[in-house]
């Protein structure tokens, strides 16, 4: 396996090695080992640890941009919501390292250069359909994220494994409170009630 050793070989191995292990336990010991070779030999590919992490973060980042733009392609409201959700959930079950690799801290030049800028701009296209403007449409951008982020890891981690309805009933619930939430999305978010400025007034 040492000959024809690349960075990209490098990189989708020990992306491989995320899915199989977890992306926390991935150190270029354990990257080495699949290849039969000593860790100094992967230096020649990679700077160091963080730089690998950093690289299977950014080829994570590509796969799901790539599976986001096919899925809201020509769809608009609700279809292109549960179609943008439904990637990151099936690329989390299928690729669990990998997903969480799209969570690790890259350097601001390898980020602005990586596919998430693009998946940012994928999901306003999808609240374009919703029709949310600034600032609105960052506020809603984070909900979003935080959402798919927070079903897929607790589902990922069994968090749902032991209750019913299925996970995937309640997914889909969540997804048709989304959509009813962004159709419906508050003009104006209220940072103080009469009691708290009669309160503040006293």
Do not use: C
Not at 103 to 128: F, M
């Amino acid at each position: 396996m040492r000959a024809g050793l690349t960075t990209d070989r490098v990189v989708r191995a020990a992306a491989e090695l995320a899915d199989d292990i977890g992306f926390d336990a991935v150190t270029l010991s354990e990257v080495a080992r699949r290849f039969g070779v000593r860790v100094a030999s992967l230096y020649s590919h990679v700077a160091s640890l963080h730089d690998l992490r950093s690289r299977i973060a950014v080829l994570a980042l590509a796969e799901v941009a790539a599976r986001a733009s096919d899925a809201v392609a020509g769809r608009s409201g609700k279809e292109a919501l549960v179609g943008l959700a439904d990637v990151y959930r099936d690329y989390a079950g299928a690729h669990p390292g990998r997903y969480a690799a799209m969570q690790y801290r890259l350097d601001p030049e390898v980020a602005v250069a990586s596919a998430g800028p693009a998946l940012a701009n994928l999901t306003r296209a999808v609240l374009r359909g919703y029709d949310i403007a600034e600032p609105d449409a960052t506020h809603a951008v984070r909900l979003l994220g935080s959402v798919f982020h927070g079903y897929v890891s607790l589902e990922g981690s069994g968090g749902f494994a032991h209750s019913m309805p299925d996970s995937s009933e309640s997914w889909a619930r969540s997804l048709d409170a989304l959509d009813a939430l962004l159709r419906n999305w508050p003009t104006q978010a209220t940072t103080t009630t009469d009691s708290t400025t009669r309160w503040e007034s006293s």
